[in-house]
Structure formats: C-alpha cells, structure tokens
C-alpha cells in the first residue's frame, strides 16, 4: 500500500495557492479535498481562491482544479512567469482538458457554445492536454484500474510500491508534448471502452527554471479519496515547489498501522465508518462479533478499536485468552462510547485495563449507570497530551453517561460540566503494559461526522500503537 507524506514540516511550509471556482467536475467538493491532502501531509500552508488572479508573490507552486473561461493576459502572464522563475505547478485532472481551444464545458461535462482561442504557452507548460481531432482524446467506462509507475527513479516514485489501484477516469489518446517526462502509466482495457494501450497518468515537465507535476487522475471525490492519488499529489506537488522530497516523505519501508475495528452488540450509524476513511497511514479492518477475538491477535494488529457492546461469555475463554496476550504484548487499546459497557463482569479488564465501567445494573450498593440522548456539550481539554494535539474545545451533540464507575488513576483527557455526564469524556488508562485510551464520546451521526471527534480518535490510534 502507498503511504502519504511524513507528518514532519520542514524548516517551513510551502506555500500552495489552489487556483479554483470554475470546472466540469464537482470542484466545490474537490478542492477542499485537495486542500485537505496537501495539509494532512505535514508539508504546506494552503490557500484558494475561486477568482484567479495574477497575485502570485510569496507562493512555491500553484495547483491547478480549474477547467472554465481563459483567465485574462494579465492573469495568465503572470503564473507563465511564476513558473519559468523556477516555482511549481500542479495540473489535476480537468485541467487537462483547460484553454487547448475547445468548447468550454459547463456543469456535468456539457459543452457551451463559447469557444475560446487556445492558450499555448499552458500546452507547453501542463505537458499534455485534450484534442478533438482524431484519435480524440477521451475516456472509456469509470473503472478500477492498476497504475504503474515507469521511472521509479524519479523522487516522486522512488521508494514507492511499483503499482497502485485507482477507481477513476482513465484518459487516453492525450496529446503529449515531447518534453514531459511520464513517470506512470495505465493499461486501458478494450472491455471498458479502452484503446488497448498503456496510456500515461503522470508525467512531469519542466518549463524554464520551473518544474510542473500534472495528474490524469481525480476525477471526483471517490477518485481522490485512493490512497495512491492522495500520495502521488502531495509528492508531487512537494517536487513541483522544492524539486524534491524531505527524508520523511521519502520512507517508504513504514506500513500503515494496522487496526481491528469490533463492532457488534449495539445498533449504530453507518457514519462510524467515516472515522477511517481516506487515511492512507491507518489500515482498517472491520470485524463483527463473534468471532473477532478467536485467533491470535498481536502479531496481527497494532491497535484495536472496541466499538462493540458484548458480556465475556460471547468471546469466551479463549477469546479473553487471546485480548488478554494481545495487551500484555504492548499493543495499542482504544475504547469507544458504547464498548464501556463490554465485559461488564471481567474485573480485570474494567478495573485495569479501560479505568472505568458503565453500570448495566445496580452493583455493590451503587445505582446502574444512565444515559440521556442529544445532549448539547460544551467539552474542553483537562491538560496537554499528544492525543489533543488540534481538538481544542468543542461544541458537540452526544449521549452522555452518568453514574460510571471511573478509576481516579485514569489520566483525563477531555471533560464536561454536563449534569448528565460524569465529567471525564475521554482518558488515558493507567494500565501498564499497553496504551489504553478511552473515549465516551461518539453515539452517532452528529459526533461521527464533528471534525474535533474525528481527530480524537485518529490522534488516539497512532498514539496508543
């Protein structure tokens, strides 16, 4: 699997600008992906605007999710100069059909009536670009489709797997200018409307002093969302503004942090799934109860993650035998809203492992545990702690529980003042042997999809691995 960027930023961000507001494509949706993508790397600072403008200065490379009107001379001098200067640019997908004297295309890929005079110096400077004359460039049917990179030696690709897998648009019959330099391809298959050849979906060119990385891929969402678009685009942008790629983003021999997520037990929203998506660095696996703790679990996982709500009887002997050695062996434990409830009559593992229980019924003289659903919350953090790093206070609607019983060792990580809460919503275990974080935050849809609980419990995962 291919890995983003390092998470490390260098002495300083490269400045990215986003030139945006005009495409055939849903760029509404895809330029805050891309913004997210360059961010998410560690490496750059990112702005967009959806007016281009020949306000260049202090940038490192302009990204290119545009596909409408010429820009003007003023505009369209000044990024030929920002790039012979020796800066970068990006071309993603659509941009590949801009300003090469075609009709210009409105919403849903439907051509107008307005056809503007080409722009040459952009041909020249993308390395690729659409033609209606015969082979007229196109695509067959959207499909998965294996890309293969052809110079493996170029800083973009090296140390990457040889292949990855796209779910996209597949360009083909691209008018390719002598000078760029392809660094992948894909084979377009006769069976999807395909021409039978491998066609290039990444190539880089260079144009004066500077260095421009262009993209067949992303066509949509969906598109950008494959681990192998989201690393190709934030090397290759990091290439297009530097001329190469920091140390960090260069390894290639870590993998992905490996997680089992368990779910079983209780009902919940489909919008739990979106706490994994589109995070090349966190590989996640799904597993329903029964059955998730049956076999060795260590040697298989770097973190689990409980979203699950069953009694110890469900997983059995064996299946605490296997939890139990799995912990002792120092992985990683994250715990999850409802999974406070899970193995209510285990001592060991509400007592020293999770810090904490939610009460199903009365015990040694105290009431069971409550709850209350769509709780307005005002949450804020307890201390410093590497999993806060970007949550901050947050407003969020939740169920809260009350009435647990919370181990006074436990290390808080985030509270409420919430009548119906307890106070503490999410905690460090004291346990020893293993990383333990537990987060009673998460009932449904409307924490799911907050931006501070997504963080929490991405941050969570790679702290307790």
């Known amino acids: ?114 056809i503007e005079p080409p722009w040459p110096e952009y041909a020249e400077m993308i390395g690729g670009h659409f033609s209606d004359q015969e082979p007229r460039t196109g695509h067959g049917q959207r499909h998965t489709f294996r890309v ?112 089992l997520v368990v779910t079983g037990g209780h009902d919940h929203d489909t919008s739990f799934y979106k706490l994994f998506d589109a995070q090349p660095d966190i590989r996640a696996t799904v597993r329903p109860h029964p059955g998730p703790f049956g076999r060795d679990l260590h040697k298989r996982y770097d973190v689990i993650v409980l979203y699950d709500m069953v009694q110890e009887d469900v997983i059995g002997e064996a299946g605490q035998k296997n939890l139990r050695e799995y912990l002792e062996n120092g992985k990683g434990l994250v715990v999850l809203h409802h999974a406070l409830a899970s193995f209510n009559s285990w001592p060991w593992w509400s007592q020293e492992v999770v810090g904490a229980k939610y009460l199903l019924k009365p015990e040694s003289g105290q009431p069971a545990s409550t709850y209350k659903h769509d709780v307005e919350l005002l949450v804020e953090p307890a201390g410093k702690h590497p999993v806060l790093a970007g949550i901050g206070r947050m407003h969020i609607w939740d169920e809260t529980y009350k009435g647990m019983w919370i181990s006074a060792n436990n290390t808080v990580l985030l509270k409420t003042d919430h009548p119906t809460s307890d106070g503490p919503v999410a905690w460090v275990s004291s346990y020893p042997k293993a990383r333990v974080v537990v987060i009673q935050l998460g009932h449904d849809r409307a924490a799911h999809e907050h931006p501070g609980y997504q963080q929490l419990v991405r941050n969570a995962i790679l702290w307790v691995k």
């Not at 986003?18 to 702005?47: C, Q």
């Not at 395909?194 to 066509?219: C, I, N, Q, Y």
């Open 1 to 114: 699997m291919l890995l983003a960027s390092g998470s490390l930023l260098p002495a300083a961000p490269i400045r990215a600008l986003i030139f945006s507001g005009r495409n055939n494509h849903e760029w509404r949706v895809t330029t805050p992906y891309l913004k997210k993508i360059l961010e998410d790397s560690g490496r750059f600072e990112v702005r967009v605007v959806e007016e281009p403008t020949a306000s260049l200065g202090g940038y490192d490379v302009l990204v290119l999710d545009y596909n409408g009107p010429r820009w003007g001379a003023a505009t369209e001098k000044a990024v030929e100069a920002f790039v012979r200067s020796g800066k970068g640019l990006v071309a993603v997908h659509a941009a590949s059909y801009a300003f090469c004297g075609l009709p210009v295309l409105g919403d849903r890929h439907v051509r107008t009536n307005i």
């Open 148 to 259: 293969k990179f052809v110079d493996r030696e170029h800083p973009v690709a090296r140390g990457l797997d040889e292949t990855f897998l796209a779910t996209d648009e597949l360009y083909h019959h691209m008018r390719m200018r002598p000078g760029a330099n392809i660094l992948a391809t894909a084979h377009d298959d006769p069976k999807m409307g395909g021409t039978g050849k491998d066609e290039p979906m990444l190539w880089t060119v260079s144009f004066g002093k500077g260095r421009v990385f262009h993209t067949a891929l992303g066509h949509d969402l969906a598109a950008m969302r494959e681990a192998g678009f989201m690393t190709t685009l934030a090397r290759g942008a990091e290439w297009a503004a530097t001329g190469g790629i920091a140390p960090a983003a260069q390894k290639a021999d870590a993998r992905p942090t490996r997680v």
